[in-house]
């Protein structure tokens, strides 16, 4: 039975979003009879620690309030740890809850796996760049969609989705191929130019867009997408099909599963789950089945009692 649940919360996850959501989610929990404590990071730096102390007590549940980037910063922690994971939706893209469809807009019914849920046990992926080792949860970008993020997180004005159609506005008239240098599962390296590279451990990125349509977190695999060197108008053009899922079939991309890939390229930029994790070089690989997270009971296929 869960008696004693820590709650995690990012308060400003979701451009502000999650101190809302920790209020809905901290009072269904009380109503459901648990004795919560709440710990409140404001850096990732505090939250890694916060997380350490709420793991270190044992809770019978750990509810993180915060999106995917928030989840991610505290994998290895939550990995070392035998404590039930349970994600309330609160950022902007919520990818990860897509894909294991979680509820994202009632923090009511997400919260309420903590007693309902059953475990689920998903694959973490990891990018090594430079001194640096960082997990993710869902897709790594490299290339033209890397420069977007990162050209909206320099951008002050305007905000909201505006922001995000500036930049990219902005980095397609800057746009040119990188010289993309790749070598997938130990093998040759081939010079491969293209306008990006993702790596999937989940199908979508930027809340909703299914650039690795098919990935599946539970599949000990990741999936990898190229897209040749393309023009501006090419580009627009495609980007109606990546929101359909449509993309994959066009002769541009190239799709295949793998389980490492290594990228080099002069001024690649490296994201994942909505955080800056790399440049100029990175070595993507899988962790596989390496984290469990509380799910809602569907067909039974997808518990894992571990």
């Not at 209020?23 to 404001?42: K, N």
């Not at 350490?52 to 922690?77: F, M, N």
């Not at 430079?130 to 977007?148: I, M, P, Y």
């Not at 305007?158 to 995000?164: E, I, K, V």
């Amino acid at each position: 039975m869960v008696r004693h649940v820590a709650v995690l919360s990012n308060p400003f996850a979701g451009k502000g979003k999650g101190r809302g959501v920790t209020d809905a989610a901290v009072g269904r929990l009380r109503e459901r009879g648990a004795e919560i404590r709440v710990y409140s990071g404001t850096t990732a730096a505090e939250t890694r620690e916060l997380a350490r102390t709420a793991l270190a007590a044992r809770p019978d549940a750990l509810v993180v309030v915060g999106g995917d980037g928030t989840l991610s910063g505290i994998v290895d922690d939550l990995l070392a740890a035998d404590v039930p994971i349970v994600l309330v939706p609160a950022g902007t893209g919520n990818d990860l809850a897509r894909a294991l469809d979680l509820p994202r807009h009632d923090p009511v019914a997400a919260v309420d796996l903590a007693f309902d849920g059953v475990p689920r046990t998903i694959d973490v992926g990891e990018i090594r760049s430079g001194d640096r080792v960082a997990a993710f949860l869902t897709v790594a970008a490299l290339g033209f969609d890397a420069r977007v993020s990162e050209r909206t997180n320099r951008l002050r004005w305007p905000h909201g989705a505006l922001r995000y159609y500036l930049a990219v506005v902005i980095e397609l008239a800057r746009l040119r191929p990188l010289p993309f240098l790749l070598s997938v599962d130990g093998g040759a390296t081939q010079e491969r130019p293209g306008t990006l590279v993702a790596v999937g451990n989940t199908s979508s990125y930027g809340g909703g867009m299914p650039v690795c349509l098919g990935a599946d977190a539970t599949d000990g695999m990741l999936d990898l997408v190229e897209v040749a060197p393309l023009g501006r108008l090419r580009l627009l053009r495609l980007f109606p099909s990546l929101l359909r899922g449509t993309h994959l079939s066009h002769a541009e991309v190239r799709h295949r599963r793998v389980r490492s890939v290594s990228v080099r390229a002069s001024g690649l930029v490296v994201y994942a789950d909505g955080e800056r994790l790399g440049e100029d070089e990175c070595t993507i690989t899988v962790r596989e089945r390496a984290l469990v997270l509380i799910v809602p009971d569907g067909d039974g296929d997808e518990g894992d009692d571990r």
